[in-house]
Nanobody, 114 residues
Framework: QVQLVESGGGLVQAGGSLRLSCAAS????????MAWYRQAPGNQREFLAI???????AYQPSVKGRFTISRDNAKSTVYLQMNSLKPEDTAVYYC????????WGRGTQVTVSS
């Protein structure tokens, strides 16, 4: 029943920035936390960042310092600000709402060129 829709992906040069959005059909307070993952072809889905209801974030060490997760409860939206992008960041980026039932968005493509 809950829907999560990612947007903001696209093509960017290495060293550039991109801001992803994840809009929920209902309040994001329905979830204990919101998270971002990514998946490149042939690879497993990789955890990137998570933010709880109070706005406290945590990050995968590989992206800490470059990526920032945030939330706007009034807009029912979670964001992922990505700076200093690298070609290895190229992947489909997914939003996840966590517990009591987990929900996934359909993903948005991010491509970083050299």
């Amino acid at each position: 029943q809950v829907q999560l829709v990612e947007s903001g992906g696209g093509l960017v040069q290495a060293g550039g920035s991109l801001r992803l959005s994840c809009a929920a059909s209902g309040s994001i307070f329905s979830f204990n936390a919101m998270a971002w993952y990514r998946q490149a072809p042939g690879n497993q889905r990789e955890f990137l960042a998570i933010i709880n209801r109070e706005g406290t974030p945590a990050y995968q060490p590989s992206v800490k310092g470059r990526f920032t997760i945030s939330r706007d409860n009034a807009k029912s939206t979670v964001y992922l600000q990505m700076n200093s992008l690298k070609p290895e960041d190229t992947a489909v980026y997914y939003c996840k709402g966590i517990g009591p039932v987990d929900y996934w968005g359909r993903g948005t493509q991010v491509t970083v060129s050299s």
